[in-house]
């Protein structure tokens, strides 16, 4: 049996990619897409479990959340989380640790990354500068992380201090009210070509082919996986210009994440 198994949850690869780095440092680790799992209890069951996730909301994605409640017997000595934010990781981590708490699972250690934005509706893709800045602290955090880790040492969860608390929560809870219901906004264009490279991509389930052309459900995650990947760039978002650049990590392929 391996000695880590990372579960992971992306919708535009950064998060995929901290899980490959952090796999290369520690060896001998699985990968595991939190999307792509089919049984509802999960069971931590090799010596050391990663968890490794973007900030949604400042907060964690309601995936993970419900990935975190499904936990159903861990035997692992040493867990840890990494979360990846923009800008801001609010109280993702604090989140975490309260939810693997609910499970009796102790969280070891635990890091925020910064990434390059994948949230359209905020703005197209960062600057190939602050990208590229991005990356390079990325690397160095990872490596200093994996050496935490390797030891397995404790560190104490070091959330963002601003916004406060209270404002955190008041926006975590809008999100997870509306969020399902984000892809009411998507629309298709005649770029189309019916690949159905979004509906395989789409964590949820959320997509379904219609005479060759995507339709949404009422369960989106908001991931942008199907938006930032589509290779025609034939989906717009209502209210937001369709020339914006869009994102994803540029060593990650959408078949990277296909989950079916
Ligand atoms: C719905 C949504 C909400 C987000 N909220 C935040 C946020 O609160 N703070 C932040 O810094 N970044 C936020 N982001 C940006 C992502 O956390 C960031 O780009 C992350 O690296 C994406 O990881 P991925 O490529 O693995 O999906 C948000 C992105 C999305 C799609
Ligand atoms: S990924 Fe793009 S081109 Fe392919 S089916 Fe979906 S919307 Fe159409
Ligand atoms: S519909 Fe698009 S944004 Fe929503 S979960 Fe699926 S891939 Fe992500």
């Given at each position: 049996m391996m000695n880590t198994k990372i579960y992971y949850f992306s919708g535009t690869g950064n998060s995929l990619h901290i899980s490959r780095t952090m796999a290369e440092h520690l060896g001998d680790t699985e990968l595991i897409n939190?999307?792509?799992?089919?049984?509802?209890k999960v069971v931590f069951d090799t010596p050391c479990v990663g968890i490794v996730f973007p900030v949604y909301a400042l907060g964690v994605p309601l995936i993970v959340r419900r990935f975190l409640e499904n936990v159903n017997a861990s035997s692992s000595e040493y867990v840890f989380a990494i979360c990846n934010s923009a800008s801001s990781q609010g109280m993702a981590l604090s989140q975490t640790q309260e939810l693997l708490n609910n499970k009796n699972?102790?969280?070891?250690a635990s890091s925020n990354v910064f990434m390059p934005s994948n949230y359209l509706p905020f703005g197209g893709a960062e600057s190939e500068k602050i990208q590229q800045h991005k990356f390079k602290e990325a690397k160095i955090k990872l490596c200093d992380f994996a050496a935490i880790v390797k030891q397995k040492a404790s560190t104490a969860v070091d959330d963002?201090?601003?916004?406060?608390a209270f404002i955190v929560s008041i926006i975590y809870r809008i999100f997870r009210w509306w969020i399902p219901r984000f892809a009411r906004r998507y629309r298709v264009t005649n770029?189309?070509?019916?690949?159905?490279i979004c509906a395989k991509i789409c964590p949820s389930e959320n997509i379904t082919l219609k005479d060759g052309r995507p339709v949404w459900s009422d369960?989106?995650?908001?991931?942008m996986a199907c938006i930032q990947f589509c290779p025609q760039s034939a989906i717009n978002c209502k209210r937001?210009?369709?020339d914006r650049k869009h994102y994803h990590h540029?060593?990650?392929?959408a078949s990277d994440l296909l989950v079916r």
């Open positions: 939190i999307a792509s799992l089919t049984n509802d699972i102790t969280l070891n963002a201090k601003m916004p406060p770029e189309c070509n019916g690949c159905g369960h989106c995650e908001c991931c937001i210009p369709p540029p060593e990650v392929k």
